[in-house]
């Protein structure tokens, strides 16, 4: 019996002496680094120490997502790529960088690091910057027309902004956001559109800003075109807008016949669009003008059609550079055959009832 209790007992130390102790279990933690975006822009490509967390160069952290890796604890910069994806543009601008200071991350902590517009970075250029500054804006130039004409062929630092048929009517702007930065002059060409009869629309070609416009990276300039703007032309007169636009040549044609006139032309220019099909009507005009720094219609007669036969006036036509002129058919117009006879408008209109 004793050498039972004797048994008993030390089984009862042995089990005593080999119940675990709990805080002697070694529990395994994870080192991790969650990258928190609370900044108003999207990030990709973030890397530290090697390690990517995103899978591509299209894969984004938005504002206010965070994204959380496993990680070997140690010390890096913390680098990423700020993306710009603005509403209605196309293309994505995108901007390198890194932490100003390296991030640090301890066995079995799980660090985080939050990114927000004021982080200071190191951008591309290798400056101090906040994420704000870093992020890639589009250097754009918006181009406003508030003058009382319209505009066409517009141009800057050999971009074209309006390109011919098109224009920039009064009250109306263009913007082109995905410009190079640079300074030059603005050229452009003066549109006058059809307002009358046989008025075909012209362009006055050779006018440009008497000032440059300078446009820098990332920046969004502005100009605005009114009618005082300093311009100098080709021949580099200078003048405003205005007054420039005004100098145009036109020769207006009046009809103040009882007939319907056709075939009219002068200085190689129709006012009625088809010789035989289209008319001056009576008590009407037409219009015709050219571009003042490319004219060169002096002391010419006007041609006109009766039957089926060609005149020309007896009277002829002068147009300066920028002058503007009318002339007036009537019954006692005379005119000239191919033989060099002369006889009236109304005279030869009567041959043919």
Same mark, same amino acid.
């Given at each position: ?61 938005? +504002? ?7 990680? +070997? ?28 200071? +390296? ?32 992020? +890639? ?6 181009? *406003? ?178 002058? *503007? ?29």
């Amino acid at each position: 019996m004793k050498k039972f209790i004797y048994m008993l007992i030390v089984f009862a130390l042995i089990f005593t002496s080999c119940t675990p102790d709990d805080t002697s279990i070694n529990i395994t933690t994870f080192t991790t680094l969650k990258i928190k975006n609370e900044s108003s822009y999207n990030v990709t490509d973030i890397r530290w120490n090697g390690i990517f967390f995103t899978e591509d160069s299209n894969s984004f952290i938005g +504002p206010g997502n965070s994204i959380q890796k496993t990680v +070997p604890h140690g010390s890096g910069y913390l680098h990423l790529v700020i993306v710009s994806m603005e509403i209605g543009q196309s293309t994505i601008l995108r901007s390198a960088c890194r932490t100003q200071s +390296p991030i640090t991350v301890t066995e079995g902590e799980q660090g985080e690091f939050v990114i927000l517009n004021n982080t200071i970075v190191i951008n591309e250029n290798n400056i101090n910057s906040t994420v704000e500054d870093a992020a +890639p804006k589009r250097t754009s130039l918006t181009i *406003k027309n508030e003058s009382s004409h319209v505009i066409s062929t517009l141009r800057w630092n050999g971009q074209l902004f309006v390109v011919q048929p098109s224009v920039l009517l009064s009250g109306s702007n263009i913007v082109e956001s995905t410009l190079q930065e640079g300074n030059g002059n603005i050229t452009f060409a003066f549109y006058y559109p059809d307002t009358g009869f046989a008025d075909m629309g012209i362009y006055n070609y050779g006018f440009r800003t008497q000032n440059t416009l300078v446009v820098e990276k990332g920046k969004s300039i502005e100009f605005i075109f009114t009618n005082n703007t300093p311009l100098e032309d080709e021949d580099g007169n200078l003048d405003t807008l205005n007054n420039f636009a005004n100098r145009v040549a036109t020769l207006t044609i009046r009809n103040d016949t009882a007939y319907r006139l056709n075939g009219i032309t002068w200085n190689n220019s129709n006012y009625t669009t088809a010789p035989n099909g289209s008319y001056l009507e009576p008590a009407t005009v037409a219009h015709r003008r050219w571009s003042n720094l490319h004219f060169s219609g002096a002391n010419l007669p006007i041609k006109i059609r009766i039957g089926a036969y060609d005149y020309i006036t007896a009277e002829t036509v002068s147009v300066g550079k920028w002058d *503007k002129e009318e002339f007036v058919f009537n019954n006692s117009t005379v005119l000239i055959d191919n033989d060099n006879n002369k006889k009236t408008l109304y005279e030869l209109i009567s041959t043919l009832n």
